[in-house]
């Protein structure tokens, strides 16, 4: 009776656990149930509050009220420019072989330089308007950063603000017409006076002062002046030879000597260097041992241009228009 005692006890033992278990069967069922129902739920309402956030925030973006009060749909995630745009651009224009011709803020110093290099006197980006890549370029004759900038402003349309590229210009030989109107024939050793006696008057108009012994005077910056006497009626000016004999001329790099009451400046100047005269740029087409032929017919005396762009602000011909940002 004992063992049959045991025995019920462990079956009823045996009963409650299977009744148990299935309870926490059950519960855990339910629980798995309300938490993938809670979890579904919670991304569902995220990702819409997300979707509602972010059209409100590109609803903001994109709209913006004009002077009138009236509402237009602009873009200002990007500043895109369009043709007839008034954009700041600034750059640097260098020769295939690298030397900088054209800049429009401060080179490096250690930066290669070409001869034909002249700093402009802006500080800042360049303002250009945008122009379409097809319109045609300006008939009338360019000085060279003129010629620059007129090519880069139909290379800027499409850039965003903010935006750099690298572009190639290049330019055409202007129209054939006389050699005379786009060729120069120098002198190829010049002469300058070792002293020099002119009318009290004439120096008093030329000096803008009274002369007096000592005081500068110059007509040529490489051999400078010095006012040397005067008398009632003349004043005589005594010039002196540049320290090691050599001066940069733009066409090349002149020896001088003396030769009696003059000094001679031989230019050793070479075919096909490029040359700046002013404002236009040219290249030497012919050297003998009297003259120097310098051909200017093309811009860019015949190179192409690779150029390094900046956009830095944008102002929309449009908006402008309408008074929008004014």
């Known amino acids: 009776m004992e063992g049959m005692g045991y025995v019920m006890e462990l079956y009823k033992k045996s009963k409650h656990q299977k009744k148990v ?6 519960q855990g069922r339910t ?3 309300r938490l993938r129902v809670f979890s579904l739920g919670t991304i569902i309402g995220l990702t819409a509050a997300l979707l509602m956030a972010q059209s409100a925030l590109s609803w903001a973006a994109d709209t913006v009220k004009d002077a009138h009060g009236d509402v237009s749909d602009v873009t200002v995630k990007a500043v895109i420019v369009e043709p007839g745009d008034k954009t700041g651009i600034s750059y640097q224009c260098r020769l295939k072989s690298g030397e900088v011709v054209a800049a429009s803020g401060s ?4 930066q290669s330089k070409s001869g034909i290099l002249v700093m402009i006197k802006e500080t800042g980006p360049i303002s250009v308007v945008a122009v379409r890549p097809d319109e045609p370029l300006p008939k009338q004759e360019e000085a060279f950063d003129e010629a620059i900038r007129v090519r880069l402003a139909r290379m800027v349309a499409g850039m965003k603000e903010g935006e750099k590229r690298q572009v190639e210009i290049t330019a055409q030989d202007k129209q054939e017409r006389d050699e005379e109107f786009y060729m120069a024939r120098l002198t190829r050793v010049r002469t300058r006076p ?40 003349a004043v005589t000016i005594r ?14 790099r ?27 740029v040219g290249r030497i087409s012919h ?27 944008v102002e929309h011909a449009k908006l402008a228009a309408n008074g929008v940002g004014k």
């Open 107 to 110: 080179i490096p110093e250690d």
């Open 254 to 280: 002149g020896r001088v000597y003396e030769d009696g009451e003059n000094y001679k400046v031989d230019i050793n100047a070479k075919e096909g260097s490029l040359v700046r005269t002013g404002s236009q």
């Open 194 to 233: 070792k002293a020099l006696t002119m009318p009290v008057g004439d120096y008093a108009v030329r000096a803008n002062k009274v002369p007096e012994v000592g005081q500068p005077f110059v007509i040529d910056p490489a051999f400078p002046g010095r006012v040397e006497s005067v008398t009632e009626e």
């Open 31 to 33: 629980m798995s149930e």
């Open 287 to 313: 050297v003998d041992d009297k003259i120097i032929a310098v051909n200017y017919r093309h811009p860019f005396g015949g190179e192409a241009l690779i150029c390094d762009m900046t956009v830095h602000q």
């Open 21 to 26: 278990i299935a309870q926490t069967q059950l």
């Open 239 to 252: 010039f002196s030879a540049p320290p090691d004999d050599v001066i940069e001329t733009p066409y090349g």
